[in-house]
């Protein structure tokens, strides 16, 4: 057990183990500390459980084992001890499920898989250990209600948690109890009281905070619009690492909102949202290189970020890409890449991209020729973009790919030529 003379004198008994496992833990050996705790917990000793599964939680003396630890904190949080309940609900509420705790038994280092948010069992844990007066379990309470499922949200219930938390002074009841104020709405008390609880726990470095506050400053909401200050909290939520404030903060410097004007700096923020899975970002990204301008143009980066972007679900991402293909600017000209990722745009919705998938299937160019098919993606997309209007009237003229409909031609090549397409004037000439 690698435990001296001393320590196994105080192993012979739970309580004389336990007072010998604190002061080693105190001098930080905590390798001796957790197995003299481990003894004094199996025998029952709270205390003694409730640091078994804190040094699991922490990986100290042991290696990290949340669902191990969630045992150990189980036995003490059913004793009543608060801290474990506290610490309990928090490891639901990172991810661990009741089940992986209380299921069939695992190897000490079970590897754990999280698979979302126990929001039940961390109300089950939080909530006494919050009325116990824990000023973090408070906080944890009042974020479920605040952004939990809808069977559980209650920003009224969030608000009277945060507010009991607040009175501790903790800096994340602070930031949760301005972000549930704004939530509300209401008054313009309520917005300064909430813009002054953002700040505290901006004071104490918390980079959401940051971000809220760059809200408020950009739209003007509880204060006078203000593009600098807008800036300058977004850049230091930037630098905490939330990406919704980095992706703005590079669009502020892209732009010179707020802030000297700095392309350089702004993809450098824009990449690192991009990078964080900010799809928006990513697509700037991609634009900002697909195009002339402060940075010069780099197609194969722009294909790099518009693939990402396309990949989390942007159609127009989808759409820029094929064209990229298409064209043979990201890479050799690969005509079913292209329609690939055309096809993808217009199953995202992207009516561009349909039209071009469209355009694709017509042609047969990367895909086997399909005229009925291309009628219907014409169609789809002519609910806005004019050549498909055009070209869908054109197919009902002549019965390619849907039934020969002069009267419906004629519908869409007249808004095709109201439009300002001048080809749909000859169309609608040569309809019978």
């Avoid at 197609?299 to 991402?317: I, K």
Wanted: glycine fraction near 10%; hydrophobic fraction near 45%.
């Amino acid at each position: 057990m690698n435990l001296t003379l001393l320590d196994r004198l105080a192993a012979r008994r739970p309580q004389t183990a336990l007072a010998r496992a604190k002061a080693l833990e105190a001098a930080q050996k905590y390798h001796r500390a957790f197995q003299l705790f481990a003894i004094a917990a199996q025998a029952g000793v709270t205390e003694a459980q409730a640091a078994v599964g804190r040094h699991y939680l922490n990986g100290q003396g042991v290696l990290r084992n949340p669902v191990e630890a969630a045992r150990w904190l189980r036995r003490a949080a059913e004793k009543g001890d608060t801290a474990s309940q506290r610490d309990l609900a928090s490891l639901y509420v990172s991810g661990l499920r009741e089940s992986e705790v209380t299921g069939a038994a695992e190897s000490l280092f079970a590897g754990v898989e999280n698979s979302g948010t126990d929001y039940d069992a961390a109300l089950r844990w939080a909530m006494p250990a919050a009325q116990a007066g824990d000023a973090e379990a408070q906080a944890v309470l009042g974020t479920m209600f605040m952004i939990g499922p809808a069977h559980l949200r209650d920003l009224e219930q969030a608000q009277f948690w945060f507010e009991k938390a607040v009175s501790h002074g903790a800096p994340q009841a602070h930031l949760g109890l301005g972000v549930t104020l704004l939530q509300r709405g209401g008054t313009a008390e309520a917005t300064r009281t909430a813009a002054l609880h953002l700040r505290k726990a901006a004071d104490a470095g918390l980079g959401s905070a940051h971000y809220y506050l760059g809200i408020m400053h950009e739209t003007g909401t509880g204060t006078a619009a203000d593009p600098e200050m807008a800036a300058l909290h977004h850049g230091l939520a930037a630098k905490a690492g939330v990406r919704n404030a980095q992706a703005r903060y590079g669009h502020m410097l892209l732009a010179g909102t707020g802030v000297k004007a700095n392309p350089v700096n702004g993809e450098t923020w824009l990449r690192r949202a991009a990078l964080a899975g900010d799809t928006q970002a990513a697509l700037t990204v991609a634009n900002i290189y697909a195009q002339p301008g402060e940075l010069p143009p780099n197609h194969a980066e722009a294909a790099l970020w518009f693939r990402r972007a396309a990949e989390n679900g942007s159609g127009e991402a989808a759409r820029a890409l094929g064209i990229l293909y298409l064209s043979g600017a990201a890479d050799a000209r690969d005509p079913a890449e292209a329609a690939n990722w055309f096809a993808r745009a217009a199953q995202a919705g992207d009516l561009p991209g349909a039209y071009n998938y469209a355009i694709c299937l017509f042609q047969g160019l990367g895909v086997a020729r399909d005229e009925a098919a291309a009628a219907t993606w014409f169609h789809r997309a002519a609910q806005s973009v004019v050549a498909a209007q055009y070209w869908y009237g054109c197919l009902l003229a002549k019965g390619h790919g849907v039934a020969c409909n002069p009267r419906e031609a004629k519908y869409w090549l007249t808004k095709a030529l109201q439009a300002g397409m001048a080809e749909a004037a000859t169309a609608l000439a040569d309809l019978p």
